[in-house]
């Protein structure tokens, strides 16, 4: 049966329902797989973030990190509830463009920003860049002087955080490929270089912990090492922040094992923890920014798969395989992620048996579940895993030439086409014949 953990409910059909819409009548009218959205859960999960600072008083931004998920409709969807965009790269700043939302609330993200990304940020005035290195700065400071125009920055620094996480997902410690180091000094060396710079407006830090954290203690250690710093540029330079970004990684539930916070304790405990440093250095609130990515988009999503094989293995396992797998979610692969999921068209019939649910792709790694308590099955049954609206879509591969699944946003009744599914003429399109 569907768990407790998963906000979906089922019809009087026994049918997976999502968005006020029967889950089958999704895969008799678009196919399979699907990723499916609930529009009207995104829309709670921004607000909660939003309204917390509301709440609390706080200036604050809160910003879509798009990498979670990218598409011109999920833009829209973001512009209407009025939050920031970060983007990491040209092909997500297009999107952002194509979308019309406001060029002043998107941020560019990225370790190795290109002079080409550089120039479009600028051309197109967007709100801010966040510095990750020396080099961002070279770029800026020549593309500044190229357009004769000015543009607002962060530092990005790590922290020395170890956030609980997956090694690979750590962004904040000081190890990483991202940001300035603090305990080095390369943060005081960045910070002389933007103060008071003639063409790159200095507006504060930014500091990413990792993902999918479960707890707080993490932003509150990163909070105070970023303090320690602020406080001997204050007592150096007389320098005190406008703007203190602090991330997102704000867990999301993928199994019953996960355990993430309320949205709004996040918010809550850090404007605490900032308040407290403020207060402390007796100086100015500054305005607060965060990035939730996969917290709003993350349990919204599901993926719905037909169900095909199954290889039976006495004494060892079942295989159930689907049409679909790590070319429409790789983290499993990647991260050795973990999924919950239920079959759709049987979502309340007593489980009998556990399988593992496998992927089509020639990979023995292609497995999306390997312990899943199902009801009978047979062939042409709805899988429908849950949690998958961060880094599916966005992730999605070629693998095997196959084409990638469609995209559809469900909201109170209604459902909406939002990416076509590709086909094997969009697959090859830009091969070109070599005889």
């Not at 922040?241 to 993430?260: C, H, S």
Request: aromatic share 10%; glycine share 8%.
């Amino acid at each position: 049966m569907i768990t407790e953990y998963h906000p979906f409910p089922i019809n009087e059909n026994g049918h997976l329902v999502i968005g006020g819409i029967d889950t089958i009548e999704l895969v008799e009218k678009y196919g399979t797989p699907l990723y499916v959205y609930d529009v009207s859960m995104i829309r709670k999960n921004a607000r909660s973030f939003v309204e917390t600072f509301e709440r609390l008083g706080v200036q604050a931004k809160v910003a879509y990190a798009s990498k979670a998920f990218s598409s011109i409709a999920m833009v829209q969807v973001a512009k209407q509830e009025k939050l920031c965009l970060d983007v990491v790269s040209e092909g997500e700043l297009h999107t952002a463009l194509l979308a019309d939302f406001p060029v002043e609330k998107i941020h560019l993200h990225g370790n190795n920003k290109s002079l080409d990304e550089i120039r479009m940020a600028i051309k197109y005035d967007i709100g801010c860049i966040v510095v990750d290195n020396f080099y961002d700065i070279e770029l800026i400071e020549q593309v500044t002087k190229e357009y004769g125009k000015k543009v607002n920055v962060l530092i990005r620094v790590t922290p020395g955080v170890e956030s609980h996480t997956h090694e690979y997902i750590m962004t904040g410690n000081e190890d990483s490929k991202f940001g300035f180091d603090l305990q080095n000094g390369q943060a005081e060396e960045a910070f002389k270089r933007l103060l008071n710079h003639e063409t790159i407006q200095f507006k504060g830090l930014h500091c990413h912990i990792g993902s999918q954290i479960f707890e707080t203690d993490g932003f509150k250690v990163a909070v105070d090492l970023l303090f320690e710093e602020l406080g001997k540029w204050k007592e150096r330079y007389d320098y005190t922040p406008e703007v203190l970004n602090l991330g997102g990684g704000f867990g999301i539930r993928y199994t019953k094992e996960d355990q993430p916070l309320p949205y709004n304790i996040y918010v809550e405990e850090l404007v605490k923890s900032v308040k407290g440093q403020v207060d402390l250095l007796n100086i100015p609130m500054p305005e607060i920014w965060i990035e939730p990515g996969r917290a709003i988009v993350g349990n919204t999503g599901i993926t719905l798969y037909t169900i095909g094989s199954m290889k039976d293995i006495p004494g060892v396992r079942k295989y159930v395989s689907v049409n679909g797998g790590m070319t429409d979610n790789i983290r499993p692969a990647l991260y050795q992620a973990k999924y919950d999921a239920v079959i759709a068209n049987k979502a309340n019939r007593p489980v009998i048996e556990e399988v593992s649910i496998a992927g089509k792709a020639c990979e023995s790694g292609d497995m999306l579940i390997w312990d899943l308590s199902v009801p009978n099955l047979e062939h042409g049954d709805v899988l429908a895993v849950f949690s998958t609206g961060a880094y599916n879509y966005s992730m999605a591969s070629h693998y095997n030439r196959i084409p990638n699944a469609a995209v559809v946003f469900v909201e109170n009744g209604v459902d909406k086409l939002v990416v076509k599914r590709e086909t094997f003429e969009d697959v090859v399109k830009n091969d070109l014949s070599y005889l």
